[in-house]
């Protein structure tokens, strides 16, 4: 059975940053791609990075270019969202998402709230 775990998220001011982790029970090689979605109050889930598991190519949405960073420990069967200069926008629960064949698997999300 395929999991994935996010952690990391909390309460932030305007301007600050958090890093979310992304734990998986198989190895990173195991996906074809994993990435970060984010679904707001009232939103539609929404993609803010991704990647493919071959390649080193990143992907990110417009609203998060420049600010936010997706990486991987392929030792630690981990993946990392770095975020910063963070505004109330991105005030979300952000999900983890993995490719396992035809499957998608989806972490049970953490939320990230930005205010003052």
């Known amino acids: 059975q395929v999991q994935l775990a996010e952690s990391g998220g909390g309460l932030v001011q305007p301007g600050g940053s958090l890093r979310l982790s992304c734990a998986a029970s198989?190895?990173?090689?195991?996906?074809?791609?994993m990435g970060w979605y984010r679904q707001a109050p009232g939103k539609q889930r929404e993609l803010v990075a991704d990647?493919?598991?071959?390649?080193?190519?990143?992907n990110y949405a417009d609203s998060v270019k420049g600010r936010f960073t997706i990486s991987r420990d392929n030792a630690k069967n981990t993946m990392y969202l770095q975020m910063n200069s963070l505004r109330p926008e991105d005030t979300a629960v952000y999900y983890c998402?993995?490719?396992?064949?035809?499957?998608?698997?989806w972490g049970q999300g953490t939320l990230v709230t930005v205010s003052s």
């Open positions: 998402n993995a490719q396992f064949g035809s499957l998608v698997v």
């Open positions: 198989k190895t990173i090689f195991s996906f074809i791609a």
């Open positions: 990647f493919f598991t071959s390649a080193a190519a990143t």
